[in-house]
T-cell receptor, first 114, second 116 residues
Framework: AQKVTQAQTEISVVEKEDVTLDCVYETRDTTYYLFWYKQPPSGELVFLIRRNSFDEQNEISGRYSWNFQKSTSSFNFTITASQVVDSAVYFCALRVNTGNQFYFGTGTSLTVIP | KAGVTQTPRYLIKTRGQQVTLSCSPISGHRSVSWYQQTPGQGLQFLFEYFSETQRNKGNFPGRFSGRQFSNSRSEMNVSTLELGDSALYLC???????????????FGPGTRLTVL
């Protein structure tokens, strides 16, 4: 069975602080894909990044970076120098190669205080 | 390219009624998935359609059903509404090659259903 755990329910940081959102996944499949989505107050989930199980290279995109570690089954997301516009709910998701169903974590609500 | 669109954006219904929600995927995307999002349960997978056929189904009662048309547009229907069906219903589309959905799903803005 597949499972995604986001243990942090809510996080508050002051603007310009760095913040890391944790994601731990469970799967027995050897081929799988991990995703992060952002859900602003408007409600629409916005795709941020995809990683497949064969690519453990970390990625940086502007102020965003992702740390994928298969050894700990984690796919953590760091926002550097946070901004008020980063305030949203962030979801980590898993898809295995045998289907198109996404398994979402429960989300982490991030509030950036000006 | 236009994104995923969902109509209506908001709905208010009463218990026992039925409702139909509509989703138009991104042009060229043939896989459409539906999710229910509630504060207590988070994002839960309802079902996925591809080429007018349901390919995957989540753990929801038979009151929840869907269909997909030849132009890939999809509808989901909930019959005999219950208070607990109040939620944000999200539709997502994916590009499919060789029968397998690739990569990320792109989400619509959702339909917020309130059952009174």
């Amino acid at each position: 069975a597949q499972k995604v755990t986001q243990a942090q329910t809510e996080i508050s940081v002051v603007e310009k602080e760095d913040v890391t959102l944790d994601c731990v996944y469970e799967t027995r499949d050897t081929t799988y894909y991990l995703f992060w989505y952002k859900q602003p107050p408007s409600g629409e989930l916005v795709f941020l990044i995809r990683r497949n199980s064969f690519d453990e290279q970390n990625e940086i995109s502007g102020r965003y970076s992702w740390n994928f570690q298969k050894s700990t089954s984690s796919f953590n997301f760091t926002i550097t120098a946070s901004q008020v516009v980063d305030s949203a709910v962030y979801f980590c998701a898993l898809r295995v190669n045998t289907g198109n169903q996404f398994y979402f974590g429960t989300g982490t609500s991030l509030t950036v205080i000006p | 390219k236009a994104g995923v669109t969902q109509t209506p954006r908001y709905l208010i219904k009463t218990r026992g009624q039925q409702v139909t929600l509509s989703c138009s995927p991104i042009s060229g995307h043939r896989s459409v998935s539906w999710y229910q999002q509630t504060p207590g349960q988070g994002l839960q997978f309802l079902f996925e359609y591809f080429s007018e056929t349901q390919r995957n189904k989540g753990n929801f009662p038979g009151r929840f059903s869907g269909r997909q048309f030849s132009n890939s547009r999809s509808e989901m229907n909930v019959s005999t509404l219950e208070l607990g069906d109040s939620a944000l219903y999200l539709c997502a589309s994916s590009l499919v090659l060789g029968g397998r959905a690739l990569n990320e799903q792109f989400f619509g803005p959702g339909t917020r259903l309130t059952v009174l």
